[in-house]
């Protein structure tokens, strides 16, 4: 990642790492949730907002890793303040409710046919949609709470393990073009910490520093609809 280092008007770049974007800053007063925080991304941004003082709830699907990664980061940081959350799956049958509803939504995104890759980069436009709306809410009903999406970028985490050719391709060239794990996990520290931040919502950030997403991610239509279709699956009549 040498060749990225070149600094945005945070002062920070995509080499920085989760430690070095909240030095010296005190997240005492925060609590903060975090998803996946078993492995990956999520054990990283777990470790650093606690060691910054964050009390940090971690929400996994399994408990025994969940406890095994906060006795880990309490090894390192005896005073942590963390807890461990189980964080329940849909059952399948409300998987294919959502797939027969999703498909006559109407929304321009087709799952008829399943791609894992696909899929994922749907999720990950999702992700910035939510936050868009969730944004447009918030300052409608003035109520002070800030939501921003963001990108921590192309990383080396376990994330390719079910795809055997990239993973290993991945492996192999990952260290000279993709960050690594501390670095990774250093823009969403960055938009949970850093009082560059304070204030700003409905924004999205890459390598701690504001960006401009695709255009279908930056469709505020798209963004309501999706806000909708979501609430008619979590809230049916």
Request: proline share 3%; hydrophobic share 45%; net charge positive.
């Amino acid at each position: 990642m040498w060749m990225f280092s070149w600094k945005g008007p945070s002062g920070f770049s995509a080499t920085s790492t989760a430690e070095q974007v909240t030095h010296g800053i005190d997240g005492t007063a925060l609590t903060a949730i975090v998803t996946g925080a078993s492995s990956g991304l999520g054990v990283e941004t777990t470790r650093v907002l606690a060691l910054r003082g964050v009390h940090v709830v971690m929400a996994v699907r399994n408990v025994d890793s969940g406890m095994s990664v906060k006795n880990t980061i309490l090894e390192e940081i005896p005073n942590a303040n963390i807890d461990v959350m189980k964080l329940d799956l849909s059952s399948m049958a409300s998987v294919r409710k959502f797939a027969a509803d999703y498909i006559s939504s109407g929304l321009p995104l087709n799952i008829l046919i399943y791609n894992s890759y696909f899929a994922y980069g749907q999720s990950k436009i999702a992700n910035i949609l939510h936050a868009t709306e969730l944004t447009r809410r918030l300052k409608e009903e003035g109520v002070e709470i800030t939501a921003n999406a963001l990108h921590p970028g192309s990383i080396i985490t376990n994330i390719l393990r079910y795809h055997g050719y990239f993973n290993a391709l991945a492996s192999i060239v990952g260290k000279f073009f993709l960050k690594n794990v501390q670095q990774g996990a250093a823009t969403q520290c960055y938009v949970a910490l850093h009082p560059q931040v304070k204030g700003i919502s409905g924004e999205y950030f890459m390598d701690c520093n504001k960006a401009k997403p695709s255009a279908l991610a930056a469709d505020s239509e798209l963004a309501r609809k999706l806000w909708e279709f979501s609430l008619s699956l979590t809230n049916p009549k």
